[in-house]
């Protein structure tokens, strides 16, 4: 099924697709392919964040456990994206807890690895920031919603 080295069809990650040649071939001996089943977490909340996890396939969900013990849902990442975020930026933590929604599989990569890498001036760096910066633009998106429209109306309307 999958071979030790990875075929660039192999990939469908977007983040990895359009890494250059270069880049993918410094990163392949690091990227370890992994199955992501359901409910298996990937982070808890307040962890150490050490790998990063590009979805090739199914979602990620990142919630958010409040003092109350309530979990609220704040985010989502298929194969658009990557789960471990804030190690680009330096963060060592997980500020919420990660979880597989839908079963798929994705590639496994040591956030030191990931930070080297980023700070080489290429394009995973470039990618990440794009991806940061439409993953706020979500986020921004769903709070104004959640705020301007009752659950009720909300539910009804589908915002």
């Known amino acids: 099924m999958w071979n030790d080295r990875m075929r660039t069809a192999d990939y469908r990650n977007r983040i990895l697709t359009r890494l250059t040649a270069g880049e993918r071939e410094r990163l392949e001996p690091d990227l370890k392919h992994i199955s ?4 298996e977490p990937v982070y808890e909340q307040g962890t150490r964040i050490t790998q990063v996890y590009f979805v090739n396939s ?8 409040l003092q109350d013990g309530q979990v609220i849902e704040t985010a989502t990442v298929g194969r658009e994206g990557m789960v471990g975020l804030p190690a680009f930026f330096g963060a060592s933590t997980a500020p919420w807890r990660a979880l597989c929604q ?11 690895v990931l930070r080297v890498e980023a700070e080489n001036g290429g394009s995973l760096g470039h990618l990440l920031a794009r991806y940061a910066n439409a993953a706020m633009a979500v986020l921004a998106q769903s709070v104004a919603c959640n705020r301007a429209h009752p659950l009720e109306r909300e539910c009804a309307a589908g915002c």
């Open 36 to 39: 992501l089943d359901f409910k």
């Open 58 to 65: 199914g979602v990620i969900s990142l919630v958010t456990e």
């Open 102 to 112: 839908i079963p798929g599989d994705g590639f496994r990569l040591s956030a030191e």
